[in-house]
C-alpha cells in the first residue's frame, strides 16, 4: 500500500486515538467486562502517556492507531485499531508487514495479545505468521518469530 504512512502521534491525537479504539473495540470490551466510559477514557490516558502512539494515515487520512514498543528482545504490537469504514481494506495487514520486515531485519520476535471475544483479529494474525503462544482467561497471547 504506496499511501500507508505512520506518524508518530502528538497529544493533540489523544482523542482521535480514542475515538478510533472506541469506533473499533467498543463491541469487544462490552462482551467481556461491559463498557464504562470514565474507566475507558482513565485506561486510555495511562496508555497514550506511557506507550508510543502512531496514527495511520492512508492517502492523507487519519484510519487508525497504533501502539508499538520496541525491546530489546521484542517488538510488541500493544494496540492496533482502524476506523470500520476502513476495515478490510488491507491497512492492517500493511501495517503489520512494515512492523514484520523491521523485526525481521532486527532478528527480533513480535509479541501482541487478541482478546479471545474477536475471533477475526485471531484469524488475522495468524494469517499473518503469528502462533498463540498462550492465553489468559480474556485474552490469546501470540508471537511471530522472525
Not at 505512520?6 to 463491541?27: I, M, N, V
Not at 470514565?38 to 496508555?47: S, V
Request: glycine share 4%; hydrophobic share 40%; aromatic share 10%.
Amino acid at each position: 500500500m504506496d499511501n500507508l504512512k505512520l506518524r508518530k502521534a502528538t497529544a493533540e491525537d489523544s482523542e482521535f486515538a480514542y475515538q478510533t479504539k472506541k469506533a473499533a473495540f467498543r463491541e469487544y470490551v462490552e462482551k467481556v467486562w461491559g463498557w464504562n466510559e470514565d474507566e475507558q477514557q482513565q485506561l486510555h490516558q495511562r496508555r497514550f502517556a506511557s506507550q508510543d502512539f502512531y496514527v495511520i494515515q492512508v492517502a492523507g487520512d487519519d484510519v487508525g492507531i497504533m501502539a508499538v514498543v520496541r525491546q530489546s528482545d521484542c517488538i510488541k504490537v500493544n494496540q492496533m485499531f482502524i476506523l470500520p469504514k476502513y476495515q478490510s481494506k488491507g491497512i492492517g495487514a500493511a501495517c503489520m508487514s512494515q512492523i514484520i520486515e523491521d523485526a525481521d531485519i532486527s532478528n527480533l520476535p513480535i509479541q501482541l495479545r487478541v482478546i479471545k471475544v474477536n475471533p477475526r483479529a485471531t484469524a488475522f494474525y495468524k494469517g499473518m505468521g503469528f502462533k498463540k503462544t498462550s492465553e489468559s482467561d480474556t485474552h490469546v497471547l501470540m508471537e511471530r518469530l522472525p
